[in-house]
């Protein structure tokens, strides 16, 4: 597996800056890391982890003092929606890959899904130089599986690979056919990267724009059933196992679809999962409102399938949280519910949200979050964050006892379309280090040069 930072694409990469974490309660669930102590980071790696307080700190190094702050290894999201080329009007790699800095993470994954589509080896090219001059942190790119996503003709997955594209999605549509998607899961064992799906059976999903339930039954809106969902993942499970491929199921959002995901896994097939933080902590109840932030595909459901994902959460069932982070622009959300865009940030928000939500009342453990929020990466042949001596150098310091309201000093995003607005949230990132390089630092937190 490569490192996060030296494979992906960003504007940083030259070798980053001495840095002494003086104090952290570093807490790294894949080393069985969990102490107070200096982290002394040099030419990019972590050089030292010593007892608080005794690390010296070499001529010139950026002493950050973090008592009371928490080190854990730095973020990586799977599912990221950057909007370029096409739509920079809701985002560009510039301020999404600074919203994911914000939010403790020192990698992404971005869609395919843009306008128009990346389906050509120059598009992968292009994105990625584009990364290289904007982007804050190291960003992958995927590639569509078929061309302009209409589910009849592969793309050149080999050439695309080749290009650089890290794996191959046609997210927003599934993959109808299950002729194509048998062709694309042999291809895809030949060439290697993941194909990462959006799983809904459009004949059952129809004209549905919520899930379906006693709310969507009670304001009268059209319902996406859960069988939907399922039985596409039961479908490509099948596929992965009899082609030996390998596939990843986005946004898991029932217990069904749990339940079809631990089934493949039972029987061998090389079938990973991942959820978000909205449908681990919100339910269809929030639609009541007509609100169109909760709006979203797939939909967010009962509180019945908000606990079985985070049972599955637990029992690995899901293998790690991605944001789906989805930006819109304000005339596309400020209108009536059932015309409204699908989708919604959360860069910004995961962690905090799931701290507040999830670790704070005891319903999962803290290392537990850690753990899932960056094992995204290892879909994609990446070797998670870890703070260790040698690994390089990506954490994320963060305040467990900070209390703000998310939204209200703004978004690094460009798009302020969270489910998340406006809530008090407990826990906040301070500060990123990716590669050994500070990409992101809130205002008010200071360091200071050692002599």
Sequence with gaps: MGSIAETLDWRGGDGGV?????????????????????????????????????????????????DGLYAFPAFFDPHVHLRSPGQEYKEDIETGTRAAAAGGYCGI??????DPVVQEPADVRSLR?????????????????TRGMRGEELTEMAALREAGAVAFSD????????????????????????ILLHEEDPALTRDGVMGEGAVSAALGLAGVPAVSESTMIARDGALCLYEDATAHVQHLSARQSVEAVA??????????????????????????????RFKMNPPLRTEDDRKALIDALRDGTVDCIGTDHAPHSS??????????????????????????????????????????????????????????????????LVDLEAEWEAGAEGWESRSHNSAFAGRRLRSR????????EVAYRRRSFAMRVAG
């Design 331 to 396: 005339n596309e959300k400020d209108v009536p519910f059932e015309v409204a865009s699908m989708g919604v940030t959360g860069l910004e928000t995961a962690f905090s949200v799931l701290y507040t939500e999830l670790v704070e009342p005891g319903v999962i453990d803290l290392g537990l979050l850690v753990e899932r929020m960056g094992s995204g990466a290892t879909l994609f042949d990446l070797e998670p964050a870890t703070i260790a001596p040698g690994a390089a150098a990506s954490l994320v």
């Design 171 to 194: 997210d927003g549509l599934p993959i109808v056919s299950a002729g194509i998607m048998q062709r694309a899961l042999q291809y895809q064992r030949l060439v290697g990267g993941t």
């Design 18 to 66: 001495d840095v002494v974490v003086r104090g952290a309660h570093a807490l790294d669930p894949r080393t069985d890391l969990a102490r107070v102590c200096d982290l002394v980071v040099r030419d990019g790696r972590i050089a030292q982890i010593a007892d608080a307080g005794s690390a010296e700190a070499p001529a010139g190094a950026e002493t950050i003092e973090a």
């Design 129 to 145: 130089e584009r990364a290289s001059a904007e982007g804050s942190v190291p960003t992958g790119f995927v590639a569509t599986v």
């Design 429 to 436: 990132p301070v500060l990123t280090i990716v590669g050994g």
């Design 263 to 292: 089934a493949a896994k039972a029987a061998g097939a090389r079938l990973t999962a991942e959820v978000t933080p909205h449908h681990l902590t919100l339910t269809d109840a929030e639609i009541e409102s007509l609100d169109a």
């Design 109 to 114: 994954v971005a869609m395919a899904n843009t």
